[in-house]
Structures are given as C-alpha cells and as structure tokens.
C-alpha cells in the first residue's frame, strides 16, 4: 500500500505549491524575509523584530481521536506543530488563532477542541489570540470536524535560522518523536481498515494499545532547543511532517550540501514497523510519509555534536546521531535501500 493508494499525491500536492509560488511572492514588499522552503514565513515587524507566522491543520488525525473520544489532545497537537515550524527559524511562539468547522456545529466537540487548543498555547507560550467558528452543511459529512490554525511569533533580526550556516563535515542529529505527530494518518487509518483490528488491540512489541500508539501527541521541541539557539550551536533545524526526513531536511540545505543519512543509526519505534508490515508498504513509501521516530533534526559543527546531544538529552531528548553533511548537490540521501 502507498500513499497515492490512500487517496494522498505528495507529488502531486507539491507541483501545485510550486504553481502558486510566483502569486504569493507578488504581494511581498521589501519587509519580507524570503525562505527557501521554509517552514514559516518572516516579514519585518516594528522595533526591529521580525514576526513569523505558520498555518497548518491537525488533518485526519481528528477522525481517529473522534472515534477514541481523544478530540482534545488532537487539537493540541496542532499547536505544537506550528510552534515547532517557527522553532526551526529560531522564532518563538506568542499568538495563536484557531479554525473550526463541522456540517453542523457540536457543541461538546467544539468545547474539547478548544480547551485543547488552550492548554498547548498555555505549554508554548502562545495567546490564543482569537478564531473562527463555521457551520456548512454542503461542505462537511454529518459528524466530521476540521480544525485548523495559524501560529504568530517573533525572533530577533540577526537570529534567524535558515539553513546558510550547514556546511560540509556537520554532523546530523535525529530527536525521537512520538509516534505518527501530525503526519501520514490517511495511510495509516487505511492500513487500519485493511487489518480489521481495532484501537484496543495490543501493539505487537510495544507494550501498550494501537490506539494509544497512533494518538501520541506531537511533541514540542521548544524547552530543550530554545537554550542551543540561544548558544548558537545550531546550523539548521528541520521538522519532520509531511515529506519524511528527506524531504524536509533538504528544505534546510544550502546549495552545494548533501545530507547523507543512515537509517541504521536509530531504532524504528513498533508503530511504524507495523504500519509497514500491515500494509505492506514499500521502503520509499515509508520514509516519503512518516516520520519513522525522529520529529526533528538538528545540523550542528562536528566538534559540537557530543556537547549539544548531552545536553539535549539532559533536557529529556531521546537523540541519536543520524547522519552528516558531504559536499555535493543539494540534497538528502540514504546510506541503505
């Protein structure tokens, strides 16, 4: 089973990004800061700093935490991912502002979204600053909810991180994620549907439920990352989400720099060795869509890497050094098929 089998064309879904990018850089004045492939954008605020703004939803992760009563923590978890994209330029989180939407408005469901969303913006230091709600019958199946939002920060001008600093000889690191986070759902619920068993089902070596193993929340990056930051010790960052590991890490590189990343460097966590298996779901397939255990990346000078991994595993990281950067064309590439 792939991807495209879902229902989901990632290729596809970036040429059309690519399509659109010549009408949005029409609207940009000389305040814009332009990002190649950035996880959020960056314009000159007042005062000298810089705001940053991401926009994403929690996709149909909500449809799995609907049927497991877990619609709270889901939205949640679309805090976290935004505060993560502006984590990745250095920018912090400070105003969040929420979408909500159903065929016809459920007020237990709309409450739990937003005590959820409140409780996220509370963990990253994010106001939620306001938001819209919206009833259309003739757009949402009866029952569904969408949920979407869009993450305001701010980082110093000077401070940004993008990727310029990467340079051939870094070393590479992978921070463990979750599970899933906020990616590959559409895959994964059909690999649930092709199995017949249910969220209560044991997860075959992990010592825990399936449903509880695909809910895991996102996890925020922020308190362990923010004080390397502020040392300087990082070249760049990358988000694990849609794209996989490769895909995003190159999103971060620079012209003449490519990542080279060994996947026997970390253990594969039993959620994604069963998705796999389940659904019979080539290699590509695999890296192309989940996260595979690792939420963010880390690019850092070789003669930092064991000082920042310490530190970062000091503040509760599980880190594991994945790979390095080579001269070369811009670009990731894996060390096995």
Not at 187 to 197: E, T
Not at 282 to 308: E, H, K, S
């Amino acid at each position: 089973m792939r991807y495209r089998d879902a229902g989901v064309d990632v290729e596809r879904s970036d040429a059309i990004k690519g399509a659109l990018q010549r009408a949005v850089e029409r609207t940009w004045g000389p305040g814009v800061l332009p990002l190649r492939g950035g996880f959020a954008g960056l314009m000159r605020g007042p005062g000298g700093a810089l705001l940053a703004a991401t926009l994403d939803g929690v996709g149909s992760k909500l449809d799995l935490a609907r049927q497991a009563g877990a619609l709270a923590a889901a939205a949640g978890d679309l805090v976290y991912h935004g505060a993560n994209d502006l984590l990745v330029h250095g920018a912090r989180p400070l105003a969040f502002l929420d979408y909500v939407a159903q065929a016809r408005l459920e007020p237990e469901a709309v409450l739990a979204v937003v005590e959820g969303l409140s409780r996220a913006c509370v963990e990253v230091g994010a106001a939620l600053l306001g938001g819209e709600t919206a009833e259309m019958p003739d757009t949402y199946r009866p029952g569904a909810i969408d949920v979407a939002g869009c993450m305001i920060g701010w980082v110093e001008d000077g401070r940004v991180i993008d990727g310029s600093a990467v340079r051939p000889g870094d070393r590479v690191l992978g921070l463990g994620s979750a599970g899933l986070h906020t990616n590959g759902y559409t895959l994964a619920r059909r690999v649930l549907d092709r199995s017949g068993i249910g969220l209560d089902a044991p997860l075959p070596g992990a010592g825990t439920r399936l449903g509880a193993a695909l809910l895991a929340p996102h996890r925020w990056y922020g308190p362990a990352l923010l004080p390397a930051l502020e040392q300087g010790a990082i070249h760049a960052l990358a988000h694990v989400t849609g794209g996989g590991i490769a895909g995003n890490l190159a999103r971060v590189l620079p012209a003449g720099c490519r990542a080279r990343i060994d996947p026997g460097a970390w253990e594969v966590p039993p959620l994604f060795r069963w998705l796999a298996a389940a659904g019979e779901i080539p290699v590509d397939d695999q890296r192309a869509t989940f996260n595979l255990g690792i939420g963010m990346v880390v690019v850092c000078a070789a003669r930092d890497a064991g000082a920042l991994a310490g530190a970062l595993r000091q503040r509760g990281e599980q880190v594991f050094e994945i790979g390095d950067i080579a001269a070369g064309e811009r670009g990731v590439e894996w060390s096995r098929p």
